[in-house]
């Protein structure tokens, strides 16, 4: 965690507080933590004595148009203090000031860093207030902050957070389409797209949505046989039923096409491993696919198919070794 | 296989307590009681000083003695201190529902569950909020973002008001070890060896999620699920041999985050000569004995 402040161009341009004729009446508070010893950099300089004055208006509960300026100045050296933060909220509460201009502000923050805490804690309180008339600013703005970053976790929980409160469900699939388009292993846009169909008031959640989502993942799952996030995507749209899950044919002639492609795909394999599991009965073609993975493993035959996939997961996914032998165990104790 | 260079470790840390003049110090200063709990925690774990000798000297409360023994002179941190162990906000911060703010703004999250228990837990105060709602909220959570820090404030939670009960392990120990990076692109990019642990699918793997995931599976009981001896490699990898200190990745710059959760990773993972951790606390299990059980 690093971040990086205000640049050396405002540096050069600032005004120390001290020559400043409209904070003239006011005595800055030393920090008073005893005598620091002064390493001479100028930015250092600006840092100090911004935040005695902040110590001084904060001290003295001044809650004014100038208090408000100079937390901005304040947050613009200190984006991760806590306590500016807070008390610029108070500032503007009392000031009923226009939250209009803390959207303009937050966004020249998260330029600066767009994973500060604060930053998203304070653009959640003023979207609170704006009430609907923020939706479409919001998801602007963290679909600006997520074309720079397409992880970035305050980003997706915002923008999921205004979705619940404020609505703007109407295009948020198909920006979830634009995102995995551009890369089908990003895994927060999967996330989101789950997000999508299961709680969007327009879309008739899960079970309406299933069909159509089962067939845009298989296809993505022939692609890429090797991406987690759309094997994970697709049991997700079996949550709860885990009768449809073993009884779809699509999902088990997915696991089918990918094994008999002759690639050792664990995740085809887990998931066939899971269909069993929940009363699937694999198919002839099924059980040579696997034979043959096996074969070109060379894995030991074991008594039943089940078994062999465990046998075959504990060769192909070494790293998880135990979790494999594990899962073989609590079939052999079903077995007796 | 390289060591620990435990010795390198606690003169980086040490040096790390020495700038906090610098530029960077001062930028960070709200970090500082942050940094304050890795760097002494890490020394610690490593046998270097002993927290708990700060506990038995003095009473746990005696906030003023604790944090000058621990050098934090500032008296704002202090009053920091002060607040967040006395005021018995912590509790009033505990909404209907069970669920915990992070302040009088009301922000919600599993973080602050778990800083609230915590706290409660380690002052034998538990019994001023209501532990079975928390307990309730944190186990019918609807999971929109799945990550591994969120993972471990409720297990965490849970451990420490005795609910991990109401976790199904198997499913969860399953989703956890799925966290140990194996093969891929991710790999070649992070020029990184098979064994660390990643934060979602995709994501390149961190040294810190050797905490976030790895004391979720102890506290859970499925630890054996995953390759422990290939995820000390990974962290040992990462070490700085020549100046002390850990990344989040081989070859990156060591920061004392990382730092202490590497070493924490490695105490979790049992490595030889080092003193043990508990996974909920996030404290030496001595400290944690002797504040919780008065041993
Ligand atoms: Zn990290």
Known sequence: ?336 | MGELAAEKHVQFILSVEKKKDSLEAVAMEHLRMNGAYWGLTTLDLLGKIQVLALFNKIDVLDVDKVASYKQIKSKRNKKILLNLIFNSDVAALQNKDGSFSGDMWGEIDTRFSYIAILCLALLHRLNKINVEKAVNYITHLNFDLPMPTAVFCCVGALAITGSLHHIDKDLLGWWLCERQVNSGDILIKSKAKPGGLNGRPEKLPDVCYSWWVLSSLVMIDRVHWIDKEKLVKFILDCQDIENGGISDRPDDAVDVYHTYFGVAGLSLLEYPGMKALDPAYALPVDVVNRIILGK
């Not at chain 1, 609907?132 to 679909?143: D, G, I, M, Q, Y």
């Not at chain 1, 409160?165 to 948020?172: F, I, K, R, S, T």
């Not at chain 1, 089918?256 to 269909?275: G, Q």
Request: aromatic share 10%.
């Open chain 1, 1 to 336: 965690m690093r971040e990086r402040e205000m640049d050396s161009d405002e540096e050069q341009l600032w005004v120390p507080f001290k020559s400043r004729p409209e904070w003239s009446d006011v005595i800055p508070v030393e920090q008073d933590d005893g005598p620091n010893p002064v390493v001479p950099i100028a930015y250092k300089e600006q840092f100090t004595e911004t935040m005695n004055y902040f110590r001084a208006v904060f001290k003295a509960d001044e809650r004014s148009p100038r208090a408000l300026q100079l937390t901005t100045e304040a947050i613009g050296l200190n984006s991760g203090n806590y306590t500016i933060w807070h008390y610029r909220r108070l500032i503007l509460e009392t000031l009923k000031a226009d939250l209009q201009n803390e959207l303009d502000f937050t966004d020249q923050i998260a330029q600066i860093n767009s994973k500060n805490y604060q930053l998203w804690h304070h653009r959640r309180w003023v979207a609170e207030i704006l009430g609907t008339n923020a939706t479409s600013s919001e998801l602007e703005f963290t679909k600006k902050i997520l074309l720079g970053d397409a992880k970035n976790y305050h980003a997706w929980s915002h923008r999921q957070w205004v979705l619940k409160e404020l609505g703007g469900w109407e295009n948020e699939l198909d920006y979830c389409q634009e995102l995995l388009e551009e890369d089908v292993f990003n895994n927060s846009a999967w996330n989101q797209r789950y997000f999508v169909i299961t709680r969007s008031p327009l879309l008739g959640g899960l079970t309406a949505m299933r069909e159509s989502e089962v067939s845009y993942t298989l296809k993505a799952i022939v692609a890429h046989p090797e991406n987690e996030s759309s094997w994970r995507y697709l049991r997700g749209l079996y949550k709860n039923d885990n009768w449809s899950w073993a009884n779809d044919p699509q999902v088990a002639s997915v696991c089918l096409k990918v094994l008999s492609a002759n690639n050792d795909c664990i995740f085809a394999l887990s998931t066939l491993l899971d269909l069993i599991r929940h009363g699937f009965q694999a198919s002839e073609e099924l059980r040579d696919a696997v034979d043959a993975i096996r074969n070109s493993n060379l894995v030991e035959a074991e008594s039943d198919l089940t078994k062999t996939i465990c046998s075959l997961l504990e060769k192909l996914d070494p790293i998880r070794v135990n979790y494999w032998k594990w899962r073989k165990s609590i079939l052999c104790e079903g077995a007796k």
